[in-house]
């Protein structure tokens, strides 16, 4: 079974810039997720979907940060402009459907963010 | 919101030792989830543990849950030096949400 992909893996880019990232969750997977984590913390949920639709989107920056998920599978997260705070490694989740099995989380390796 | 908070922050020992790490929250939860974050395989899920449960094995980790005292532990026997990583746990926040803690940082010295 391949696991959830995600590219790039890493980008750097300057202040006020903008950077997408994507991630093609494992096949099947109703949920995904995408998460921020900076240096020496957990990881922080940004958004949640559910097929294509948007369970929690509560920690997300809408001012600078938006993310869709066409047709329920692949996912895209945008930054636009950047900021130095923003500097951090975003990683994708995807999960199955079933009750419990369903909180179980499948990440990619996570793209690492560096704005300079 | 519901937050797991890992306890001790880090924690060095020798291969062959246990290692414990223990876990707090606030409010009621449906279970809760353990996962380990290392360079070479990134964050993986280790168990998941249910409200009504007390304790659950897998391999060499022991998980128990006190959800009167809201509080979780984590015991890694045996510890190898391939263990060193950063373990989080993870409440659900509903509809399969996930909120993580900080983690330990385990560290196991050959």
């Known amino acids: 079974e391949a696991g959830v992909a995600q590219s790039p893996r890493y980008k750097i880019i300057e202040k006020r810039q903008s950077v997408a990232f994507w991630c093609n969750p494992i096949s099947g997977h109703a949920t995904l997720y995408w998460y921020q984590q900076i240096l020496g913390q957990g990881p922080k949920l940004l958004i949640q979907?559910?097929?294509?639709?948007?369970?929690?989107d509560s920690q997300l920056p809408k001012d600078r940060f938006s993310a869709e998920r066409l047709k329920g599978v692949d996912s895209t997260l945008k930054i636009q402009p950047a900021k130095l705070e923003d500097s951090a490694v975003y990683l994708c989740?995807?999960?199955?459907?079933?009750?419990?099995?369903?909180?179980?989380?499948?990440f990619g390796p996570g793209t690492r963010l560096t704005v300079t | 919101s519901q937050q797991g908070e890992e306890d001790p922050q880090a924690l060095s020992i020798q291969e062959g030792e246990n290692a414990t790490m223990n876990c707090s929250y606030k409010t009621s939860i449906n279970n809760l989830q353990w996962y380990r974050q290392n360079s070479g395989r990134g964050l993986v899920h280790l168990i998941l543990i249910r409200s009504n449960e007390r304790e659950k094995h897998s391999g060499r980790l022991r998980v128990t849950l006190d959800t009167s005292k809201k509080s979780s532990s984590l015991l890694i026997t045996a510890s190898r030096a391939a263990d060193t990583a950063s373990y989080f746990c993870?409440?659900?926040?509903?509809?399969?949400?996930?909120?993580f803690g900080a983690g330990t940082r385990l560290f196991v010295k050959a």
């Open positions: 993870a409440t659900d926040g509903g509809w399969f949400k996930t909120i």
């Open positions: 989740a995807s999960s199955g459907s079933k009750r419990w099995r369903g909180y179980e989380q499948y």
């Open positions: 979907f559910q097929n294509n639709g948007v369970v929690d």
